[in-house]
């Protein structure tokens, strides 16, 4: 509880919480997928100063069972699930913004390939804003 408390101030803090990056970047890999969602969230409120959580935020969007996870009727679907967090994970490279270019590629697939419309909306969004 206490991590989760502290993910959230960091958050709430933003870009002035650049110095927790790394401590952020290693809550991506938490077993709870809920810490993983406040993570992501607190690097995009970070913004352009979390661009060395980049390639990390890369990682969650490749993750090889977001196709199990997205589909319909996946228990993971309830808040803080691993559907939010790749939602959350594309807002927060949105928010990063040019210092996230690396990700493009990566954002690429949830356009022409994901199933979610609300997630190719974000995605799209998200590749304008990095690399207009």
Known sequence: MVRER????????????????PILVA???????????FAVGALGGI???????VPALVKVLQDSERDNRLQ???????IGGERDTLLQTV???FRIGPAAK???????PAIQQDQDHHLRVHAAKAIWHIAP
Do not use: H, N, Q, Y
Not at 6 to 21: E, M, R
Not at 102 to 108: E, P, R
């Open 47 to 53: 913004g352009a100063e979390a661009r060395d959580a």
């Open 102 to 108: 690396g990700a493009v590629s990566a954002l690429m």
């Open 6 to 21: 502290a993910i959230i101030a960091l958050w709430i803090i933003g870009p002035k919480a650049k110095d927790a990056v």
């Open 91 to 93: 807002d927060s490279l």
């Open 72 to 78: 319909t009727g996946d228990s993971r679907f309830r």
């Open 27 to 37: 809550a991506l890999d938490d077993e709870r997928s809920f810490v993983r969602l």
